[in-house]
T-cell receptor
Framework: NAGVTQTPKFQVLKTGQSMTLQCAQDMNHEYMSWYRQDPGMGLRLIHYSVGAGITDQGEVPNGYNVSRSTTEDFPLRLLSAAPSQTSVYFC????????????FGPGTRLLVL | AQKVTQAQTEISVVEKEDVTLDCVYETRDTTYYLFWYKQPPSGELVFLIRRNSFDEQNEISGRYSWNFQKSTSSFNFTITASQVVDSAVYFCALSETQGGSEKLVFGKGTKLTVNP
């Protein structure tokens, strides 16, 4: 099993550009989520999904969009990138929600100029 | 509201020293879960332990041990005989259910440096 995979590993954007961070898992996990990690801030939940077709907001959802059309994939879209979205983004999946162990992807480092 | 506090931003020790990383949490729920994750310099997040609120038994795994005390809302992590490979950022996290919605909140992390 590949576990949780994320692409790209690193991306540079200009302010106002849009892009999609990809996340996929092959563990048949129903639950997937996106976090951002900023220096001194820990990890903060952006959006999460409890299954295909169901998504919900986390702590810092503004400026991000998600959808979950399949169990395997959970892409994160930046609609109009801003410098404040410069961060490291982690995707995670688990069997049954936030009370279960989260399996994290390797992360995507995003720089918005 | 929930909150996880890791008061120690950075800790530096010499190899073979014991070190304890503190985690204090706040929750109104009676059912909740606590976690520790490790983030080595390579950047990935590695699961270390999961504990539910009804299980106050301390746990030991090799050089790692965890002390869960509901009376003080603490879930501290001790590394015995630290090694250079233990150098990492360690995160404590709390999960609880509020209004049918589960949320996971991380502390800001403690950066541990183990010097040879």
């Amino acid at each position: 099993n590949a576990g949780v995979t994320q692409t790209p590993k690193f991306q540079v954007l200009k302010t106002g550009q849009s892009m999609t961070l990809q996340c996929a898992q092959d563990m048949n996990h129903e639950y997937m989520s996106w976090y951002r990690q900023d220096p001194g801030m820990g990890l903060r939940l952006i959006h999460y999904s409890v299954g295909a077709g169901i998504t919900d907001q986390g702590e810092v959802p503004n400026g991000y969009n998600v959808s979950r059309s399949t169990t395997e994939d959970f892409p994160l879209r930046l609609l109009s990138a801003a410098p404040s979205q410069t961060s490291v983004y982690f995707c995670a999946s688990s069997w049954g929600g936030h009370q279960e162990t989260q399996y994290f992807g390797p992360g995507t480092r995003l720089l918005v100029l | 509201a929930q909150k996880v506090t890791q008061a120690q931003t950075e800790i530096s020790v010499v190899e073979k020293e014991d070190v304890t990383l503190d985690c204090v949490y706040e929750t109104r729920d009676t059912t909740y879960y606590l976690f520790w994750y490790k983030q080595p310099p390579s950047g990935e997040l590695v699961f270390l332990i999961r504990r539910n609120s009804f299980d106050e038994q301390n746990e030991i795994s090799g050089r790692y041990s965890w002390n869960f005390q509901k009376s003080t809302s603490s879930f501290n992590f001790t590394i015995t005989a630290s090694q250079v490979v233990d150098s990492a950022v360690y995160f404590c996290a709390l999960s609880e259910t509020q209004g049918g919605s589960e949320k996971l909140v991380f502390g800001k992390g403690t950066k541990l440096t183990v010097n040879p």
